[in-house]
C-alpha cells in the first residue's frame, strides 16, 4: 500500500512514466507552469528608485564631504534598497509552490481511503517534510538576496558589456553658499542659522532637489541602476527557479522515496496501523470465503 502510494506521488510529480494521465493536469505540471510563468512577475518588479530618492541618497554617501562624485557605495545602496522589496513577493512565491506539494499529496492520499489512519500518517509525515524543506528554501534565497544586496558586481560579464561600459561622468553639487546670496536656481540660502535639525534637512532637502548638477548625478545613477537591477533580476528568477527544485522540491522526493517508509515502520503508530490493515485484510477473506460459498451454492443450484 505504501509503495503504491509513493509511485503515485512520484508519478503525478515527475512523470516520465507510460502511465501518466492524460484527463487531467497533475500536480506536476502545475508546479512547472508555475514556475515559468508566474516568477516572470520578477520582472516586472521596481529596478530603481525616485529621482529624489537618488539625490538624497547620494547627499547622504558624503555626509559632511563635499559632493564631487557618486560614491560607489551608492550603487550599494540603491540597489540593496530595491532588493529588499523583493523579498516578501519571492517567500510567498515559494509558499506558493508548497501549497501545490501539499495539495498533490493530499490528492495522492486518496489511493488510501479504505486506510483511513495510514494515509493520514503518511500524509502528515510528508507534510512535516514539506515544511521542513520550505523554510530551508526560503532561507537559501533570502541568503541569495542578501548577498546582492551587499554587493553589486559591476565586473558582471553583462554588465561590463552594457551600454554604460564609456565610463560615468558626473558633476559637482554646491547649493549652499554666503548669507544672502542667490545660487544658480535662483533660490535664497536659508536666513535663520538658529533653526532645529528637522526644518533645516528639510528646507535643504528641497533645495537639492531642484538642483541641476544634482538631478543630473541622480539620472547617471538611475541609468546605472537600471542597467543593473536587469541583469540581477534574471539572476534572481534563474537562481528562485533553482533553489525550489533542488531544495524543495527534490528534498521531498527523497524524503518520500527512500526515508517514508522508513520512518512509518520505526513510528510509535506501527502497531495502530498493522490492526487498521489487519482488519481490513479480515473483511477481504471474509468476503472472498462468502463470495466462494455463494458461487458454490449457485452451482448447486444449477446442477439440479
Not at 559632511?64 to 540597489?79: D, G, K, Y
Not at 507534510?127 to 546582492?148: G, S, W, Y
Not at 538631478?215 to 546605472?224: D, F, M, P
Not at 522526493?253 to 517508509?261: A, G, H, R
Request: charged share 25%; glycine share 4%; aromatic share 8%.
Amino acid at each position: 500500500l505504501v509503495q503504491l502510494f509513493i509511485e503515485d506521488f512520484h508519478l503525478k510529480l515527475f512523470g516520465n512514466s507510460e502511465r501518466v494521465n492524460f484527463k487531467a493536469l497533475d500536480f506536476g505540471a502545475v508546479i512547472n507552469h508555475k514556475l515559468y510563468t508566474d516568477l516572470q512577475k520578477v520582472l516586472e518588479m521596481p529596478t530603481c528608485l525616485k529621482e529624489e530618492e537618488l539625490i538624497l541618497l547620494i547627499a547622504n554617501e558624503h555626509g559632511v564631504r563635499n559632493i564631487l562624485s557618486i560614491p560607489s557605495v551608492s550603487l550599494e545602496a540603491a540597489c540593496g534598497s530595491i532588493l529588499e522589496s523583493y523579498i516578501d513577493p519571492l517567500q510567498s512565491f515559494v509558499d506558493s509552490v508548497t501549497d501545490l506539494l501539499i495539495s498533490g499529496v493530499a490528492e495522492t492520499g486518496n489511493l488510501l481511503e479504505s486506510y483511513p489512519y495510514l494515509k493520514s500518517v503518511l500524509v502528515r509525515f510528508i507534510n512535516e517534510a514539506i515544511d521542513e524543506a520550505t523554510v530551508e528554501t526560503k532561507d537559501m534565497l533570502n541568503k541569495h538576496i542578501q548577498a546582492e544586496m551587499m554587493y553589486c558586481n559591476i565586473y558582471n560579464y553583462d554588465f561590463k558589456n552594457s551600454k554604460l561600459k564609456e565610463g560615468i561622468l558626473c558633476n559637482p553639487v554646491k547649493i549652499w553658499k554666503a548669507f544672502g546670496e542667490l545660487n544658480k536656481d535662483g533660490e535664497e540660502e536659508i536666513a535663520n542659522s538658529d533653526v532645529d535639525l528637522s526644518t533645516s534637512a528639510e528646507y535643504i532637502s528641497d533645495q537639492l532637489v531642484k538642483n541641476t548638477p544634482a538631478k543630473g548625478n541622480s539620472k547617471i545613477l538611475s541609468e546605472i541602476v537600471v542597467e543593473y537591477m536587469q541583469i540581477i533580476q534574471k539572476q534572481i528568477v534563474d537562481v528562485t527557479i533553482k533553489y525550489i527544485m533542488c531544495f524543495l522540491v527534490k528534498k521531498v522526493s527523497e524524503f518520500v522515496k527512500t526515508s517514508l517508509l522508513v520512518k512509518l515502520l520505526s513510528s510509535d503508530n506501527l502497531k495502530s496501523l498493522m490492526e487498521e490493515c489487519e482488519r481490513d485484510f479480515s473483511i477481504r477473506e471474509e468476503m472472498v470465503a462468502t463470495c466462494a460459498e455463494l458461487e458454490e451454492a449457485v452451482n448447486a443450484v444449477h446442477s439440479f
